[in-house]
């Protein structure tokens, strides 16, 4: 499991940081197509722990549930100045061990595909120790004293999906990354090294994604 920070919303003793919203805690502009191929457009909310999406048609007021195994895609406008968002439902085998739908969002596109699932994550530090970040009022995470700080943040599991459906999770470290690959393992690892990549940021581990679809290509 990986865990991608994009921004925290912070919890100091009682004080609550407002004005910030999580992507799955808000409707957005988008459309889903259903399993017969009908395309509804309107406002769309998703919730990727329980594998359902909210729609608002254009037009209409009540609002529609409807789970994984009821459409074949989403899309979702970014927001301002970024790409529309894209989530498939795939089937994943569970512990019974039958085929349900996931709701995954594709990060990036090729006969080896980067999907992720989106979660809340929760993290409690003690405020007095803290070395990482700069003791002052403009440090956000700063309380006078020991306090407990906690924080919500966005945070990805990411996996690899090839042309026949085939999902493998993508591990932590960047030997996890490479093995995650059924192939190519010295020439990703020379990769990483010459472009000097992260596999822990999210921008570096798509550019390995994309090289490695590369060099199948050749």
Do not use: C, M
């Given at each position: 499991m990986r865990a991608f920070f994009f921004f925290a919303l912070l919890v100091c003793g009682g004080l609550t940081a407002v004005g910030q919203q999580f992507p799955s805690e808000k409707f957005?502009?988008?459309?889903?197509?259903?399993?017969d191929g009908t395309e509804l457009k309107g406002r769309i909310k998703?919730?990727?722990?329980?594998?359902?999406?909210?729609v608002i048609e254009t037009g209409k007021s009540?609002?529609?549930t409807l789970?994984?195994?009821?459409?074949?895609?989403f899309s979702i406008d970014g927001g301002k100045g970024k790409a529309m968002r894209f989530f498939y439902a795939v089937p994943?085998?569970?512990?019974?061990?039958?085929?349900?739908?996931?709701?995954?969002?594709l990060i990036h596109q090729g006969g080896v595909s980067l999907i992720a699932r989106e979660y809340i994550a929760t993290r409690s530090r003690s405020s007095s120790n803290r070395s990482s970040f700069r003791r002052s009022m403009y440090d956000p995470f700063y309380g006078p004293g020991n306090q407990i700080v906690t924080f919500r943040y966005l945070?990805?599991?990411?996996?690899?999906?090839?042309?026949?459906?085939?999902l493998t999770e993508v591990g932590n470290?960047?030997?996890?990354?490479?093995?995650?690959?059924?192939d190519q393992h010295s020439e990703l690892r020379k990769f990483?090294?010459?472009?000097?990549?992260?596999?822990?940021?999210l921008v570096d581990l798509t550019k390995v994604v994309a090289h490695y679809n590369e060099l199948k290509n050749l």
């Open positions: 957005h502009t988008g459309s889903v197509t259903l399993n998703y919730d990727l722990t329980a594998d359902v999406i909210l009540n609002v529609t789970s994984a195994n009821q459409f074949q895609y994943v085998v569970n512990q019974t061990g039958y085929r349900r739908p996931k709701i995954f969002e945070a990805y599991e990411l996996w690899l999906i090839d042309e026949n459906a085939n470290t960047k030997n996890d990354v490479i093995r995650a690959f059924p990483i090294k010459r472009e000097r990549l992260r596999v822990d940021k």
